[in-house]
């Protein structure tokens, strides 16, 4: 879930603008520079953004019988690397604001840093950590995937409470209250996406041996 | 799939299609600043109830097409506002003393705010707003790649469509667990396919001497001073009620 259009009060909109503004200019730059050394990476960025989108539109079940989407951060992330990711991020949230009415534009700002910084940059930290300990690729996906997901919706969680602090219990309580409504439904669907997603990487992937199985997939963009 | 195909084909085919897109930015996003900076009583109600009226009264949107596109926010809202109607205390939880109407406000913004924005994407392709950008600063290879990004949206999603009547019509989707996996299934047979696609479509545009921007014909007039005058002065309008009544 996003944070819907006009949600977050005006300040608090700003200065979310602010705060991902970075990432997605670095993103921008390094895409710049990809475009520059190879213009046919244009092409495959678009369908990557694309698929993205698209992947947000396939329902997934999960335990308690509600039906979430997949976020698709960890998959990208791991492939892509979590800078491009941050602008591929943006393009697909503001698809989703524009066609399907889901999150906003005064919102672009805290649903980027969620769902395109915190998201991507926490799938790519585990991935990287669990590959560093010598898990298989499969448990590091999985890991990668279900906690970036997870991840992103604490954040959004943390985010709304910092607009809407609980009257007596302040932030923190009111942290529990928008984390119990969209990141504990989560945990299943994290769950879901995590396993999801190491289906797909193997289905992907199959034949390669286990140390460049992402690397074949990345291509030209790495 | 079909409901962002819905909006891009409302928005294609609307009466305001024609219209500058300066115009139609100015209506849309300035109301929605207005939403989001005004007080909520009764500033984002004006705004609101302004934004209806140019969508329904102006461009003519379907109210049932709208209403369609309208339903995923409200759910959000739903959800959001029971957080607000409640406080952890010392003896857990408990209705928060005022949480209704701090409720009530905020939906009133939300609702406002998700009128401009709806306005927006019924009436402007999202193709036309992204052209804008380019005028806005925002670097041409991110508003290419964006622009490209638009194109294969509908592309890959009629493919999962696809995909997905295939595999229910073959029990793919008959269990939770053949659900999860068929799931899977589609998307890693969809990323292959899309960057295929993405290749040979950069290899057969290189070979026609492609440079990288999409120039396509647009007809659409140049924004009209008087009608940007209007819109300003109706905004100005609604602000000044909106801070003065409050």
């Not at chain 2, 084909?9 to 024609?18: D, H, I, T, V, Y």
């Not at chain 2, 292959?192 to 057969?204: I, V």
């Amino acid at each position: 879930m996003h944070i819907m259009e006009g949600y977050l009060p005006a300040s608090h909109c700003a200065a979310w603008y602010a705060a991902s503004a970075p990432f997605v200019v670095a993103g921008a730059l390094r895409i710049r520079k990809i475009v520059r050394e190879r213009p046919e990476a244009r092409m495959i960025l678009a369908a990557s953004g694309a698929f993205a989108f698209v992947l947000s539109a396939l329902k997934i079940p999960s335990v308690t019988g509600s039906c979430s989407h997949p976020t698709g951060t960890g998959l990208g992330a791991v492939i892509f690397g979590p800078s491009v990711m941050a602008v591929l991020g943006v393009l697909v949230l503001l698809f989703q604001a524009l066609l399907l009415a889901h999150g906003g534009l005064t919102t672009l700002g805290a649903n980027t840093f969620s769902m395109a910084v915190v998201g991507p940059w926490v799938a790519y930290a585990i991935w990287r950590l669990g590959r560093g300990l010598g898990l298989s690729v499969a448990l590091s996906i999985f890991l990668a995937a279900a906690l970036g997901d997870l991840a992103t919706y604490v954040f959004t969680s943390v985010q709304l409470a910092l607009a809407y602090p609980d009257p007596t219990s302040g932030i923190v309580g009111a942290v529990a209250k928008f984390g119990g409504i969209f990141a504990v439904t989560q945990i299943p669907l994290a769950i879901a996406e995590g396993i999801l997603t190491v289906v797909v990487i193997d289905a992907l992937a199959g034949k390669t041996a286990d140390a460049d199985k992402v690397g074949v997939l990345a291509g030209e963009i790495r | 799939m079909s409901l962002s195909s819905m909006v891009d084909r409302a928005a294609s085919l609307s009466r305001w299609r024609n219209r500058p897109v300066a115009e139609k930015a100015c209506l849309g996003l300035g109301f929605l600043i207005l939403a989001v900076s005004l007080p909520p009583w009764p500033g984002a109600a004006l705004v609101g109830g302004a934004m209806l009226v140019i969508t329904f009264a102006g461009a003519r949107v379907p109210f049932r097409l709208w209403a369609t596109v309208a339903v995923l926010p409200v759910g959000f809202l739903a959800a959001g506002s029971v957080a607000l109607m409640l406080q952890i205390g010392p003896d857990g939880l408990a209705p928060a003393p005022g949480g209704v109407a701090a409720a009530g406000l905020l939906t009133l913004r939300a609702l406002a705010a998700t009128s401009c924005l709806l306005f927006l994407a019924l009436t402007t392709p999202a193709t036309d707003l992204l052209s804008g950008l380019r005028r806005l600063g925002v670097p041409v290879e991110v508003v290419e790649i964006a622009l490209l990004t638009y194109r294969f949206v509908f592309l890959i999603g009629d493919t999962a469509v696809a995909m997905t009547h295939a595999q229910r019509a073959r029990l793919g989707h008959s269990t939770r667990r053949r659900r999860l996996r068929s799931v899977g299934l589609v998307i890693a047979n969809l990323l292959p396919r899309a960057l295929d696609q993405a290749r040979r479509m950069e290899t057969g545009l290189a070979a026609r001497g492609w440079a990288g921007d999409m120039r396509v014909l647009s007809n659409t007039p140049r924004a009209s001073p008087t009608a940007l005058l209007a819109i300003f002065t109706l905004q100005v309008a609604v602000a000044a009620a909106g801070a003065w009544l409050a």
